[in-house]
């Protein structure tokens, strides 16, 4: 995954339309409204320190299957259970 910096707004031809500020990991296919944010597992999650942030963690669940996680300025917060992961 390539790593970028700009600032937004940001529109797709897909439909997407919103503000994107700071680093952005993982790439935007404008073409099919898809947004690919980094992949980490429980063990390499980067600091949740900055509050917003969008993640993928491989390793989050039980049954050991990717989950969303954002950022609460504290932890990574599963976005299905409400319950922290790192």
Request: charged share 5%; aromatic share 6%; with cysteine.
């Amino acid at each position: 995954m390539a790593s970028t910096t700009f600032s937004g707004p940001v529109t797709s031809t897909a439909g997407f339309v919103g503000d994107i500020t700071g680093d952005v990991t993982g790439s935007v296919d404008a073409s099919a409204g898809t947004l690919e944010v980094a992949q980490y597992t429980v063990l390499t999650v980067p600091s949740a320190a900055t509050v917003g942030q969008i993640i993928v963690v491989t390793d989050a669940t039980s049954a050991g299957t990717g989950t969303i996680c954002f950022s609460n300025g504290t932890s990574w917060i599963d976005v299905y259970t409400g319950v922290a992961v790192a």
